[in-house]
């Protein structure tokens, strides 16, 4: 079992930053792959990037691409989300998943969820 807990959600302005981290424990953080996906009121949880198992792979859709980037530290068991040029569309609850083996960007092939944060973006 993985348990996982996201931080770093907040309020921001149109334009700013923010950085998710997402903590790991139990399990074997480096066998599995990472995503974070988001999900707005009255949506469908959306992906938004995902990392593979040694970092050295990443995919994003083309909503976030050049604004985020995920990355992950293995020693410390956590991976991140640097969100840059935040938008009011980019505000949603922002979750991290884990999936044994090989990055997916399918939410239904993930194995284990955070509780999410929230992040606002004001215009």
Do not use: H
């Not at 198992?53 to 990355?71: C, E, H, M, Q, W």
Request: charged share 20%; net charge positive; proline share 3%.
């Amino acid at each position: 079992q993985v348990q996982l807990a996201e931080s770093g959600g907040g309020l921001v302005q149109a334009g700013g930053s923010l950085r998710l981290s997402c903590a790991a424990s139990g399990g074997t953080f480096s066998s599995y792959a990472m995503g974070w996906f988001r999900q707005a009121p009255g949506k469908e949880r959306e992906f938004v990037a995902a990392v593979s198992k040694t970092g050295l792979s990443t995919n994003y859709p083309d909503s976030v691409k050049g604004r985020f980037a995920i990355s992950r530290d293995n020693a410390k068991k956590t991976v991140y989300l640097q969100m840059n040029r935040l938008k009011p569309e980019d505000t949603a609850i922002y979750y991290c998943a884990a999936v044994a083996l090989v990055l997916r960007v399918d939410p239904n092939e993930y194995d284990y969820w955070g509780q999410g944060t929230q992040v606002t973006v004001s215009s």
